[in-house]
């Protein structure tokens, strides 16, 4: 059980360049997400899912794309990369949030590990 | 859309004391208040949360309360050890989404 795999951990680009960030799941979660950290920011929305097939906006969209083509993967495309996008990008999924369920945690979101890049 | 503000910054703290952290909220609608710590390397990790019904949860060491009428929520750690230094999060949630705040620096010196 492996949770939460992102791919490749580190990345350099050069300004224009294109690249993918492969998020991987192995346990059934409907959501997945991509967050993106940057120094004394937190976390940031990027995009996020809640099935297969559907993507949404979360706070800073802009020069992203994402795609759900199967329930455990979750892809970042950056198709023109900037400086600003200089950043870790984090993935999470999680189960479904169900307010009254009597299973705990069940809005707790799994990160992987973390994609460092740097766009020069 | 939601707001999260989260003091302090940094937090340090001499082993064996207790520390907290506070977070308000703008979105009367969010249900459910995580927090999680982060170290360093290392992708974020829940240590505790709680849901809009509760007004506070323990778990040994830590407990977490939640004023939904002053839209605020703390975290408490009695009892510091030095593998409590990390960086923490809260974050406000709705339907799945969570907002985090900055996070808290902490530091506890042994």
């Known amino acids: 059980n492996a949770g939460v795999t992102q791919t490749p951990k580190f990345r350099v680009l050069k300004t224009g360049q294109s690249m993918t960030l492969l998020c991987a799941q192995d346990?059934?979660?409907?959501?997945m997400y991509w967050y993106r950290q940057d120094p004394g920011m937190g976390l940031r929305l990027i995009h996020y899912?809640?099935?297969?097939?559907?993507?949404a906006k979360g706070e800073v969209p802009d020069g992203y794309n994402v795609s759900r083509l199967k329930k455990q993967n979750f892809l970042l495309g950056l198709e023109s990369a900037a400086p600003s996008q200089t950043s870790v990008y984090f993935c999470?999924?999680?189960?479904?949030?169900?307010?009254?369920?009597?299973?705990?945690?069940?809005?707790?979101?799994?990160f992987g590990e973390g994609s460092r890049l740097t766009v020069l | 859309g939601e707001n999260v503000e989260q003091h302090p910054s940094t937090l340090s703290v001499q082993e064996g004391d207790s520390a907290v952290i506070k977070c308000t909220y703008s979105?009367?609608?969010?249900?459910?208040f995580p927090w999680y710590k982060q170290e360093l390397g290392k992708g974020p990790q829940l240590i505790i949360d709680?849901?809009?019904?509760?007004g506070e949860k323990k778990d040994q060491r830590i407990a977490v309360t939640l004023n939904k009428t002053a839209k605020h929520f703390s975290l408490h750690i009695t009892e510091t050890q030095p593998e409590d230094s990390a960086v923490y999060f809260c974050?406000?949630?709705?339907?799945?989404?969570?907002?985090f705040g900055d996070g808290t620096t902490l530091t506890v010196k042994p």
């Open positions: 999470a999924s999680s189960y479904r949030f169900e307010f009254w369920t009597p299973l705990p945690n069940t809005g707790e979101l799994f």
């Open positions: 346990m059934n979660h409907e959501y």
């Open positions: 899912s809640v099935g297969e097939g559907t993507t």
């Open positions: 979105d009367s609608a969010s249900n459910y």
């Open positions: 709680i849901r809009s019904n509760v």
């Open positions: 974050a406000a949630s709705r339907q799945g989404k969570s907002t």
